[in-house]
């Protein structure tokens, strides 16, 4: 029986609705600033059954949790799991958000009419996202179609992130995502943080300047670009 990552409440991991987390371990990424490498591992020894997720929604949490962030790793490597939990939750009468990094736009695809909020990662521009896979060469299309599957939903159904790495992103990185924007699309950059991560941080944190800069760029393409602590 699978186990999955829990956590009961949060303020900020939907927009606008107090929510529970699940967490699935697994994905076919390799970020070097990945904060969930041992997702898989902890899942394994201190994860819960659906069951107790299910009688925590039903019980104390129903009371005030309005909404349901799934999450990874990256879950839709598990596209039946991944149904089945959207449909269980949406019958719960529970609004659900699918984090993603877009590598699976059939599965978004799929979801489109269930899930009632995107978050999909902008790691880099579609070109170099074979840098984060051990070369695919196909993968920048692949985002892409997932990049315009988003596009196509109204502006309060998504959002897009962009992980500040030095690695992946800098101003004409930004500049070229820029492009893919609607005027009032939700854009979030984000800074890359190190805690618990061996990393030197000249190679992936920018100062503070140029993530200034990063967002001033990103504002010309977008009313919604703002910078997300
Ligand atoms: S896509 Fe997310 S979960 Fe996967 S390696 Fe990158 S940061 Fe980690």
């Not at 070097?32 to 997702?39: I, V």
């Amino acid at each position: 029986m699978r186990r999955y990552g829990f956590l009961k409440h949060s303020l900020v991991d939907y927009p606008g609705e107090v929510c529970s987390v699940v967490f699935m371990p697994g994905c076919n990424f390799h970020c070097a600033y990945c904060h969930n490498k041992n997702l898989s591992a902890s899942v394994r020894e201190t994860g819960v059954f659906l069951k107790d997720i299910v009688s925590h929604l039903k019980d104390a949490g129903r009371r005030f949790i309005t909404g349901v962030c799934i999450t990874g790793g990256e879950p839709t490597l598990y596209p039946e799991t991944l149904s089945y939990l959207v449909s269980l939750f949406k019958e719960m009468n529970l609004k659900v958000k699918l984090d993603t990094n877009g590598s699976h736009p059939d599965q978004i695809r799929l979801l489109l009419d269930q899930v009632d909020y995107f978050a999909m990662d902008l790691k880099t521009v579609p070109s170099r996202y074979a840098e984060l896979v051990n070369a695919c060469d196909t993968l920048g299309d692949t985002i892409e179609t997932s990049i315009h599957l988003l596009l196509s939903m109204p502006i309060h159904r998504y959002e897009f992130r962009t992980t500040l790495s030095w690695q992946y992103v800098d101003e004409h990185v930004v500049d070229t995502l820029g492009k893919y924007m609607h005027r009032d699309t939700y854009w979030y950059l984000q800074k890359c943080r190190l805690e618990n991560i061996k990393m030197d941080a000249k190679d992936v944190v920018a100062e503070h300047a140029r993530i200034l800069h990063c967002c001033q760029i990103a504002k010309r393409y977008t009313q919604h670009a703002c910078l997300r602590e």
